[in-house]
């Protein structure tokens, strides 16, 4: 077996291994340790007729690094949409417990009057998962469960979107090894993501988008590294809803 081969396989064989390496893209490595925002996972955008947009997921990838969840990813999101709609959006947050889709279930659960009145969920979700090696069955079973709550519980018409697993192999603050077990098992990840999908008439997957794939990331202490990967996603994420409800 090639020596990268075997390298490739180790790490996928310890989980271990990923995660005690795992300063990925939204981790920070500065001695003031992780910021999140500390006030209400929530938002509005003043317009008439607001949409109603439910986040579901871990706060790594939603808001970690920003100050004030006005530069969290859901905030750019909701601004983009209000912005070419002409409408308000009234926007929240369900965090993930531990950063698991496994927990995913039991907050839908928890959310059931909010979710009556949705026009849309969001879940972003996957990368603690990946980097913990979760198995492609268990996803599978997950996601699967996930849907099957909120399909009970949103309007007929409210779209899902599920946002896929962003490359791994772009984490700068991996070992080249880690980084490439890390991509391989994400795209596995992302594979089951888009066959689940396809038994939901009313969900969509929304790739990475491109411009956030271009080199490298490395965690710095720069808030502005942060909001600019929500403003993008969050920008991406916005088109992909809208181009669905046209």
Do not use: C, K
Not at 204 to 218: G, H
Request: charged share 25%; no cysteine; glycine share 8%.
């Amino acid at each position: 077996m090639p020596r990268l081969s075997r390298q490739i396989a180790h790490a996928l064989a310890l989980p271990g291994a990923l995660t005690r390496a795992a300063e990925f893209v939204f981790r920070r490595a500065d001695a003031t340790g992780d910021i999140y925002p500390s006030d209400p996972a929530r938002g509005v955008v003043d317009g008439p007729d607001p949409d109603r947009i439910l986040f579901l997921g871990e706060r790594g990838e939603l808001s970690l690094g920003a100050r004030t969840h006005e530069l969290s990813l859901p905030a750019f999101l909701a601004r983009r949409v209000a912005a070419t709609t002409g409408r308000g959006v009234a926007w929240s947050i369900g965090g993930l417990p531990q950063s698991r889709l496994e927990n995913a279930p039991r907050v839908v659960g928890t959310l059931e009057r909010e979710l009556r009145s949705v026009d849309a969920v969001v879940i972003l979700a996957g990368i603690t998962d990946a980097l913990r090696v979760t198995s492609s069955a268990a996803w599978e079973r997950q996601l699967t469960s996930t849907l099957d709550a909120l399909t009970g519980r949103i309007p007929g018409d409210a779209r899902v979107l599920v946002a896929e697993i962003p490359p791994l192999d772009n984490a700068g603050s991996l070992s080249r090894a880690a980084r490439v077990a890390a991509g391989i098992h994400g795209r596995a990840l992302n594979r089951r993501t888009r066959a689940v999908l396809a038994r939901y008439p009313r969900a969509d997957a929304v790739p990475f988008p491109d411009e956030l794939t271009q080199s490298l990331w490395r965690p710095e202490s720069v808030e502005h590294r942060y909001t600019h990967t929500y403003r993008v996603w969050g920008g991406h994420l916005a088109d992909a809803l809208l181009r669905d409800n046209r």
